[in-house]
């Protein structure tokens, strides 16, 4: 079994193109697998120009805004093959696409995402940002509990044959105000934040990305 991980930064891509990225890595392994050949595994890091994605269950009523309000905003709006609803991303997030084959790693799909959230939360409390799962919803939270419960991290995955693709979304430096056009993973109840909100500083994002990438890679061993 395979339990290297490939990196690859691809910066500022378009969704589209990005999916397209994604999905050629996807289609290749799953395709080495269904030959019983060794299998790769990637993680992606980027970001997106402003982009609202709806997952596959989704609700279009989560979106707030219309065609024209969305070209007002520089914005685009993309249904996906992803679980989840919607959300947001655009600059200033990190955007990371794990394309594993969770053979290699002996998990499946429902401890990936357990492992994928505890990276975010040990990369998270490294900055002393203390977070933490919310029963019943996927993604990495902040005060879950309390009124002010808000979200700092969305996920929402595709699989097939146990191999994954999609994957989350880590709110770095990101412009909050782009949350305010649509009820965020479907909620209507709960805020969403920023790294940067937090700490009341600019992050520096090469930094976040390489202790992000250590912390997934130590999960994955």
């Known amino acids: 079994m395979n339990r290297t991980i490939e990196y690859q930064d691809w910066g500022l891509v378009e969704y589209h193109e990005a999916w397209a990225k994604q999905e050629s890595l996807f289609s290749a392994t799953i395709e080495k697998k269904m030959q019983g050949l060794p ?62 084959d969770l053979a290699n790693f002996n998990l499946g799909l429902k401890q990936y995402i357990h492992s994928v959230e505890e990276a975010v939360i040990k990369t998270l409390s490294l900055y002393n940002i203390r977070s933490t799962r919310f029963d019943g919803a996927t993604g990495v939270w902040l005060d879950v509990g309390l009124p002010a419960c808000r979200k700092i991290c969305a996920i929402g995955v595709r699989s097939s044959r146990y191999v994954t693709m999609h994957g989350f979304a880590l709110n770095v430096n990101t412009r909050l105000e782009y949350f305010n056009y649509i009820n965020p993973c479907g909620f209507v109840d709960k805020g969403v934040t920023s790294m940067e909100k937090e700490l009341g500083a600019t992050v520096d994002m090469a930094e976040l990305k390489a202790r992000l990438r250590a912390s997934i890679e130590e999960q994955f061993r």
């Open 39 to 100: 299998t790769d595994n990637y993680l992606v890091f980027c970001e997106h120009p402003h982009v609202y994605t709806l997952g596959k269950s989704g609700d279009e009523q989560n979106m707030l805004l219309n065609l024209i309000q969305l070209q007002a905003k520089n914005a685009t709006f993309v249904h996906t093959n992803r679980g989840g609803d919607i959300t947001y991303h655009g600059p200033g997030q990190v955007v990371g696409y794990p394309i594993l």
